[in-house]
């Protein structure tokens, strides 16, 4: 008889065509992708653009990150720095080491595809804490390239909206 205290395994694998549903279905209310936006991460991927990874405790989806080869962040594109997107963890299942697995699982892909170092941006409000706190953990430090918002630069003295688009880009050095 299974144990009722038993926690399901985590899983991470790279997102399949099936996923589409299960993540749009699995996540309703919140972190929502329809799943138009899978099929083209799937697409992605099949093209050699990025690679995307689920995880799921049991066949339970709980999070998901992407790893684009071409950052749209021209210092890291400059420098072909692969950058990690759209790192989500369902907010009942953080704080169990799952993020931290995407994270590791994509490093180690782009290592072994040749990358020595990996980029991530994040946000500068509140509701990024746990992931600032998170990337900093990990060894990812500043760029020193201060901020941007929706893609340009930040100017000392110029105003910008605190948004989802205010980032601040972050790099590892990464090794085998």
């Known amino acids: 008889m299974p144990d009722a205290g038993a926690v399901a395994p985590l899983t991470v694998r790279p997102l399949a065509r099936h996923d589409a549903d299960l993540l749009a279905d699995?996540?309703?209310g919140e972190h929502v992708r329809?799943?138009?936006?899978?099929?083209?991460?799937?697409?992605a991927a099949e093209a050699g653009e990025s690679t995307t990874r689920v995880a799921l405790l049991g066949a339970k989806p709980v999070g998901w990150a992407t790893l684009v080869w071409t950052s749209g962040y021209s210092p890291f594109r400059a420098e072909?720095?692969?950058e990690i997107q759209d790192l989500v963890v369902a907010s009942g299942a953080r704080r169990q080491g799952i993020g931290s697995r995407l994270i590791?699982?994509?490093?180690?892909?782009?290592?072994?595809?040749?990358?020595?170092?990996?980029?991530i941006a994040v946000g500068l409000y509140r509701d990024y804490g746990a992931a600032q706190r998170l990337y900093v953990r990990l060894g990812y430090v500043p760029d020193?390239?201060?901020?941007?918002?929706?893609?340009?630069?930040?100017?000392?003295?110029?105003p910008a909206r605190v948004d989802d688009g205010l980032l601040m880009w972050l790099m590892k050095e990464i090794e085998g």
Not at 34 to 41: L, S, T
């Open 26 to 28: 699995g996540f309703a």
């Open 34 to 43: 329809g799943r138009d936006v899978w099929r083209r991460r799937l697409a």
């Open 80 to 82: 072909g720095i692969p």
């Open 104 to 119: 590791a699982e994509l490093e180690g892909f782009a290592l072994e595809s040749g990358a020595r170092r990996i980029g």
């Open 144 to 158: 020193g390239r201060g901020i941007t918002s929706h893609g340009a630069e930040v100017e000392p003295g110029s």
